[in-house]
C-alpha cells in the first residue's frame, strides 16, 4: 500500500522506504518538505492545492504572497458566511419556536 503522501508528493522510492514493522522512514532531505506540506494542510490548503504548488517547484515572494493573501480571503469568506448563520440561529432561539408547534411554524 502506498502512502498518500507519497502519492500526494510523487516521491521517488528513494525518499520514502518502509522499515521491518512498515512504519515509514522518510529520507532526511525530505523532511523539511514534509513539515511545509504538514503547515499547509494544517492551515486549509488542499491537497490538490498542495500538490498544484509543489508541481511548480518554487514560487517567487509575489506569487507567495498572493497564494497566501487568496487563501486568507478564502478563510475570511467563510467566516462571514459562518457569522451570517449564527446570527440566523440566534434569531431563530429569539423567535421562541417550539418543535411542537412544528419548526418554522409561527
Known amino acids: 500500500m502506498v502512502s498518500k503522501s507519497f502519492v500526494l508528493l510523487n516521491w521517488p522510492d528513494e525518499h520514502m522506504l518502509r522499515d521491518h514493522n ?3 522512514i522518510y529520507a532526511q ?11 499547509c494542510l494544517a492551515v486549509g490548503f488542499t491537497i490538490n492545492e498542495i500538490q498544484s504548488m509543489l508541481s511548480k517547484h518554487g514560487f517567487s515572494n509575489n506569487d507567495q504572497a498572493s497564494i497566501i493573501q487568496a487563501k486568507i480571503s ?7 458566511k459562518l457569522e451570517n448563520s449564527k446570527q440566523n440561529l440566534y434569531e431563530i432561539l429569539k ?11 409561527y
Open 95 to 105: 423567535s421562541d419556536i417550539t418543535c411542537e408547534d412544528g419548526f418554522g411554524k
Open 74 to 80: 478564502e478563510i475570511e469568506e467563510t467566516q462571514n
Open 22 to 24: 512498515n512504519y515509514r
Open 29 to 39: 532531505s525530505i523532511i523539511q518538505h514534509l513539515e511545509v506540506v504538514k503547515q
